[in-house]
């Protein structure tokens, strides 16, 4: 049985994407890390630019408190994603003092991310961070030095003034030009492309070494639980992650990146713990208030279609982090997973309001709940329904998300 079994989900993930379906239609949410054959992705030394990035990222000297780097939030035994379980990081000008209102989404993976726009079949996608406001890995690496929530510089040549004063500013400039600290505005272009150059190059940043990469290639197999997790993954009827995350191997051959890159509606809780949201007139509409050209050209009736919309992030090492979502309203993968098949199921589980009432999708103004994805699997149920998961399924579901962290070596 369990042969007939893994050799039907061999064919699905392996052979081509035919299961996959919704957000993005599946397509383009994978990538080539290696020849084919080759067991992960090879290390290689980094270019000049490249191993400036490197510095720069781990650098915390380069922020207001001195205490706060890129990795700060972007940990690499986190799939480079926060280190904690903080719904949203601290940061300002004491390190401390600030906090964000979104999660610290894992940037690992995002070489294969493109600028926003629509695809083919009017499906928003690509641009960086949860909003998509930025353009390119160089750009996303500009923003967290001047905000002031995050590494809070004063501006970008606060931060040069800084770096020419690092153990690496002779460096800096062997790579970029003597007079590169004269000209902050350039200076700081060139720690942007430092950092996207690290992104691109450094074999951390796509490793593809995760168990499931391994049974991809054959060198593993996958146990009864993560194997049923798999297929209800993927099953169109059951949790129908797929249509977001896609699991299959490219016609390339090339790897699944778990995610299309596209943007959804969930509906996800109202979190309390961001100060924020105490403000009942406060909201987080997403992509419809990028700053991301694209979006921001858009006519408004196009542009106000788009709140509530937030960027699907990969599933990639998810089992490794404890704040879920963009506003990081939740802690563990079961509680995720059991929100995806349930929220339209049992909403008194998860939109209760203070006087005992269901108030549902209240992260969103009420102009915009019907934004909410009801249409596609597992979100097209009632309130009394069937879930379409079971929380045996649910916990199979998670055994599977567990193949996706990177670093598996065989037992």
């Not at 299959?248 to 996800?268: N, R």
Request: charged share 15%.
């Amino acid at each position: 049985m369990r042969a007939l079994w893994q050799k039907f989900l061999w064919s699905a993930v392996v052979g081509g994407s035919a299961l996959l379906s919704g957000c993005g239609g599946g397509g383009g949410g994978s990538a080539e890390p290696v020849a084919p054959g080759q067991a992960v992705a090879q290390a290689q030394a980094l270019s000049d630019v490249a191993s400036l990035g490197k510095l720069i990222f781990h650098d915390a000297s380069l922020s207001a408190s001195g205490q706060q780097s890129c990795a700060s939030c972007h940990d690499e035994a986190h799939g480079h994603a926060a280190p904690n379980n903080l719904s949203v990081q601290l940061g300002g000008q004491t390190g401390s003092n600030q906090h964000g209102t979104r999660s610290a989404p894992a940037i690992r993976y995002l070489r294969y991310n493109t600028d926003f726009h629509f695809d083919s079949g009017g499906t928003p996608t690509g641009g960086f961070f949860w909003d998509g406001r930025a353009t390119s890995l160089a750009d996303q690496a500009k923003g967290p030095f001047v905000n002031p929530r995050e590494m809070a510089n004063a501006s970008p040549a606060d931060v040069v003034a800084k770096l020419a004063q690092a153990s690496y500013a002779a460096q800096f400039e062997r790579v970029f030009g003597a007079g590169i600290f004269s000209d902050s505005a350039a200076a700081f272009e060139r720690v942007a492309q430092a950092l996207q150059a690290y992104q691109k190059e450094d074999v951390e940043f796509a490793p593809f070494s995760s168990k499931y990469d391994a049974f991809l290639r054959g060198k593993a197999q996958l146990s009864e639980q993560e194997l049923r997790g798999l297929a209800w993954f993927n099953s169109p009827s059951k949790g129908n992650c797929a249509a977001c995350h896609p699991s299959a191997k490219g016609a390339d051959g090339s790897f699944p990146l778990f995610t299309d890159f596209s943007y959804d509606s969930l509906g996800v809780p109202r979190n309390m713990a961001i100060s924020e949201n105490l403000d009942p007139s406060y909201f987080d509409l997403g992509l419809c208030n990028s700053s991301n050209p694209a979006v921001a050209a858009l006519p408004e009736a196009q542009r106000v279609a788009l709140c509530g919309l937030f960027k699907v992030p990969s599933l990639r090492n998810v089992a490794t982090r404890a704040a879920y979502f963009h506003n990081g309203v939740f802690h563990d993968l079961t509680t995720v997973v059991t929100f995806y098949v349930q929220r339209d199921t049992q909403p008194e589980k998860w939109y209760l309001n203070g006087s005992g009432q269901v108030d549902r999708y209240n992260d969103l103004p009420p102009a915009y709940r019907s934004h909410a994805n009801t249409t596609e699997a597992p979100y097209n149920r009632q309130p009394g329904d069937a879930p379409a998961l079971t929380d045996a399924e649910i916990q199979d579901v998670v055994a599977f998300l567990g193949t996706l962290t990177d670093g598996w070596t065989a037992p």
